[in-house]
């Protein structure tokens, strides 16, 4: 099963906002509600940011947030921060079988 | 406050062995699925492997099926992954991750290297 596809890096200034994209097939992101994304800062572990398309993890700021429309999934970081400069990383259940995408760099400039 | 800490990691030569582990604490383990989740290094995550709470169904990515076994010890809350036939592609970081609601809870990670 391939990877998700993502853009390798997006980049925005303080205040703004930012969407990553997301996408895979019918047979993960446009076939089930089961898409979660995930921060990771370097030498860290990851860390949950959005569950099941759109469900924010308590103490998760509501900056954050997530859509789906077919096979492409969407995170939203709006009023972007320093601090959220890292990797994220989408995810799908596909069934059978679980699918992460091949990462996302932010950089807040 | 859920805790996973796995261990395990070790150099190992090519077509060596090395069984993972990850221990379990601040929750009912037999209550949830679980994962393993790796990252060469400089590199994205890649999904490994999951087992069932009562450890009856496991699936696994196609470049460890046949080599790699999950399982899972539910008196002892703890995740076990034994990796065979081991190769050099397989070095990478090694994270046990909760499911619920995505993987909500993950490991610090331990270190894979197989090198000759």
């Known amino acids: 099963h391939s990877a998700l596809t993502q853009p390798r890096s997006v980049s925005g200034s303080p205040g703004q906002s930012v969407t990553i994209s997301c996408t895979g097939t019918?047979?993960?992101?446009?076939?089930?509600?089961?898409v979660s994304w995930y921060q990771q800062h370097p030498g860290k572990a990851p860390k949950i940011m959005i569950y099941d398309v759109s469900g924010r993890p308590s103490g998760v700021p509501d900056r954050f947030s997530g859509s789906k429309s077919g096979n492409t999934a969407s995170l939203t970081i709006s009023a972007l921060q320093p601090e959220d400069e890292a990797d994220y990383y989408c995810c799908s259940y596909g069934g059978s079988y679980v699918v992460f995408g091949g990462g996302t760099k932010l950089t807040v400039l | 406050e859920v805790q996973l800490v796995d261990s395990g990691g070790d150099l190992v030569q090519p077509g060596g062995s090395l069984r993972l582990s990850c221990a379990a604490s601040g929750f009912t383990f037999n209550n949830y699925w679980m994962h393993w989740v790796r990252q060469a290094p400089g590199k994205g995550l890649v999904w490994v492997s999951r087992i069932h709470p009562d450890g009856t169904s496991t699936s696994y990515a196609d470049s460890v099926k046949g080599r790699f076994t999950i399982s899972r010890d539910n008196a002892k809350n703890t995740l076990y992954l034994q990796m065979n036939s081991l190769r050099a592609e397989d070095t990478a970081v090694y994270y046990c991750a909760r499911d619920s609601s995505g993987l909500g809870y993950w490991g610090q990670g331990t270190l894979v290297t197989v090198s000759s």
């Open positions: 019918s047979s993960d992101v446009g076939g089930y509600n089961y």
